[in-house]
C-alpha cells in the first residue's frame, strides 16, 4: 500500500530535478557564450569576424574559392599579414605590407555579388573624385580614400566572379589597375 503513495511523490521530485536541470543548463550556457564574446569585447572587435591564419582557411570558412590576383608585385609581402574572414554576409579581408612592413593594401570581397564587404572589413571612408574605370573588361569604380595612416589611398572596386572586389592601396595607381586586371578565381 506504500508504493502508490512513493510514485505520486516522485512525480514532484522528478519535475522538480529537471526543473534544476534546465536551470542549470540554461545558465552555464549563457555564462559560456558570455565568456565566448568576452575577447572580442574587449579587443573592440564584431564576433562575426575572425582572424584566420591563411587563404585555405579563410575559403574553408567561407565555402567558396576566392578571387585573388594572378599578378603579385615584388614591393609586397605575401602571404597577408591579416586575413580577417565574416561569416555572414560571407566576406573576407586581407592586408598587405610592403616589404618594408608599412601597410599597403587591402584586398576584400564578399562571395555573392549582392553586397559590398561590410564595414567591419572594410573600414567606411568617403571617397574623394570617383570616376568609372575598366577593370579588364568589366566595369568598376575608382575614387580616393583617406587610409587608416592618414594618407590618400586608392580605392578601385568592381564585380568578378560572383564577388564583389574591393582594393586599397598606398601605392601606384598602375600596380593596383593592374593587380585587379589579373584577378582570377583560382581553380
Sequence with gaps: MTAPADREASGPELARAALVFALVSGVTVILLGALDALPSVLRGEDRRVHPVPTVQEAERRLRSRLVLPAYFPDTLRWP?????????????????????????????????????????????????????????????????VVGPDGRIWYELSWVTAGHRMVYRSAGSLEELLKMARSAREAP
Design 80 to 144: 597577408p599579414a591579416l586575413i580577417r574572414v565574416q561569416s555572414s554576409p560571407p566576406a573576407v579581408a586581407m592586408e598587405i605590407q610592403a616589404r618594408d612592413g608599412e601597410p599597403r593594401m587591402l584586398l576584400a570581397q564578399s562571395v555573392g555579388a549582392d553586397e559590398a564587404p561590410p564595414s567591419q572589413l572594410v573600414p567606411p571612408s568617403p571617397a574623394i573624385g570617383v570616376s568609372t574605370v575598366a577593370v579588364g573588361k568589366l566595369p568598376g569604380k575608382l575614387g580616393r
